[in-house]
């Protein structure tokens, strides 16, 4: 069943965006419209630009958006191209930037996407069906040593040697529930009993075949020169990898050199301002939320 996705910490998003009827938002992570909708409903003459990877997510919000205004301009495009992107719209500033990382429930409940383990499917995990690089094709061609980095550095998996080992060995492998039993021989059944390893090794595979680590860290890379003064950049995070590239950067926008105890000269002045979690009402009527972060900075000069 495709189930709707649901959008995570939305009043506290909106709210925290402080949108102005007249600004200019870019939601660098369209999905279902769950953010988006909201924005564009406060817009009187501003514009919200929205980015994809996934054309289907673009497809399908088209139709929810396009009953509110037509204020809003939809781009098929990883984020990391923010920059580039507005530039194509003859933006060079805008007023918020709104991230909500990861995959949707539609992506991972299509089945025929192959983002869960909990559904027997192929192995693709792509965000975006224009790019060339599957799981199957990591599962299947790379290294040990590549795979074992992989689990390493996208998730902490642990006993991430042996599970390495243990999917080269079993190749060819074509399907997720063939991988969740590879998975779980390889590991020692007290491991598999606490939790379910599959997870965190299909977290892995997806951040690698979406360069979902290096597309954040770009995209942060250009964030302080795109906001306006009291700009707003708003970051849902969702596993800890993601959630400490983001802490860097925000403490890197807020360094003060140490000698002299203030900002070096030219440096943009942000502010760290807070970090939200959801209500445990909210994590009740949505689990995909438990996990959820939101860090908010504001351009301060
Ligand atoms: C968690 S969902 C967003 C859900 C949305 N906020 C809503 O409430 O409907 C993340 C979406 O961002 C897209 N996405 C993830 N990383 C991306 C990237 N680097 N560039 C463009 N889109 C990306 C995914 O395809 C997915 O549709």
Redesign the pocket.
Known sequence: MIEK?I??LLSEVVEQLKIKENGIYV??????????KEILKKLTTGKLIC????NQ?LLESNEILKNINSNFTLIH????YLSNELKKLGITKVDGILA?????SP?LDDKSRGFSYSQNSPLDMR?DLSNSLTASEVINTFSEDEIEKILIENADVKFAKQVAKAIVKARPINDSFSLNEIIKNALPAKIVREKNPSKAIFQALRIKV?D?LN??AD?LSQVANVLNKDGKLLVITFHSKEDAIVKKYFQKLNYKDPKLNRLPVNETKMWHQKIIYPTDKEIEQNRRSRSAKLRVITKLE
């Open positions: 996705h959008p995570v939601d660098l992570t369209l999905g279902r419209a769950g953010h988006s980015f994809d990877k996934d997510a495009s990883d984020f990391r909500d990382l990861g995959v949707s992506q965000m979406n979902e597309a954040l995209l």
